[in-house]
Nanobody, 118 residues
Framework: QVQLVESGGGLVQAGGSLRLSCAAS????????MGWFRQAPGKEREFVAS???????TSYADSVKGRFTISRDNAKNTELQMNSLKTEETGGYYC????????????WGQGTQVTVSS
């Protein structure tokens, strides 16, 4: 019922910035949180940031605090502003949605690639 599409990935040099967007469609009123995750080549998927859709509360991985900002541009889009990017942050970035009453992410986008060069 919820479809997610990520966009905004690309190739940047270390120290540069990118802004990712997650566009949600379908029955989005049932979601209570949106999150961003990433997966580097050969590594496990890791949490990056999340935002509560009812009160706007945010959470960040320690490694990105002060550099990344998650926000809601409107009812459809969840943004991730990434500044001062590091080469080790290269990987696929995925948007996830939690349904109301769930403690797991129920819907996922197909991801957008971020490559940070030296």
């Amino acid at each position: 019922q919820v479809q997610l599409v990520e966009s905004g990935g690309g190739l940047v040099q270390a120290g540069g910035s990118l802004r990712l967007s997650c566009a949600a469609s379908g029955r989005t009123f049932s979601t209570y949180a949106m999150g961003w995750f990433r997966q580097a080549p050969g590594k496990e998927r890791e949490f990056v940031a999340s935002i509560n859709r009812s009160d706007g509360g945010t959470s960040y991985a320690d490694s990105v605090k002060g550099r990344f900002t998650i926000s809601r541009d409107n009812a459809k889009n969840t943004e991730l502003q990434m500044n001062s990017l590091k080469t080790e942050e290269t990987g696929g970035y995925y948007c996830g949605a939690k349904e109301a009453g769930s403690n797991t992410y129920n819907h996922w986008g197909q991801g957008t690639q971020v490559t940070v060069s030296s």
